[in-house]
């Protein structure tokens, strides 16, 4: 009897293997034959699930959306539910760091890729401001949820370009988000 391939199993692993390679050898440097190779599978594999190099950085920044997408995740109050969210997104651990700058990476392509800038951005302003506006009108009724919303995720992505830079430590990045948060929540 034929084995049964998993197809959505299958696009996860050489998504998952991307990452792995791109994480160490650079986004820019990662193409069919460094998957195929972190993969452990034939090139022509990844090209029958990833026909383009296009649709192998769409697969990609997908599954990178799914790694974080737990990070932001959290319960409690709305003004708890905020704090968790952007304290979360800040790249102050390995893990963190290395999806950050991924993340940073595909931002980079996308400028001059206009088949990737049509991507949604991982776990960025596309998801997550609707929902930290949603929490803000209840959280904090004085401010403008919105605009408020979009301020924070601005000054975390800045946070998160000076941890990676090395210009802040992660407790200063995280001292720095707290009293801004503690002025709005407050």
């Known amino acids: 009897m034929p084995k049964r391939v998993d197809h959505d199993e299958r696009r996860r692993e050489l998504a998952d293997a991307l990452v792995r390679r791109a994480r160490t050898s650079g986004l820019h ?22 026909p383009t190099k296009a649709e192998l950085l769409a697969g990609g920044l997908l599954h990178l959306r799914e790694l974080l997408r737990p990070r932001t995740e959290h319960d409690g109050s709305p003004a708890d ?13 390995d893990t963190s760091t290395d999806l950050y700058r991924l993340h940073a990476a595909y931002a980079a392509l996308a400028f001059t ?28 009724p004085a401010v403008h949820p919105e605009r408020t ?13 000076y941890l990676v830079s090395g210009y802040l430590t992660p407790a200063d990045a995280l001292a720095a988000l707290d009293e801004q948060l503690d002025r709005i929540l407050s």
């Open 113 to 140: 890729d206009p088949a990737l800038a049509a991507q949604p951005h991982t776990a960025g302003p596309d998801e997550l401001q609707p929902v930290l506006a949603a929490l803000l009108a209840d959280a904090a």
């Open 149 to 161: 919303a979009t301020s924070l995720l601005a000054l975390g992505t800045g946070l998160s370009a």
């Open 29 to 50: 440097a990662t193409g069919f034959r460094e998957v195929a190779a972190e993969a452990g599978v034939s090139v022509n594999l990844v090209q029958y699930y990833f």
């Open 81 to 93: 539910r905020i704090r968790a969210i952007l304290r979360a997104l800040l790249p102050t651990d």
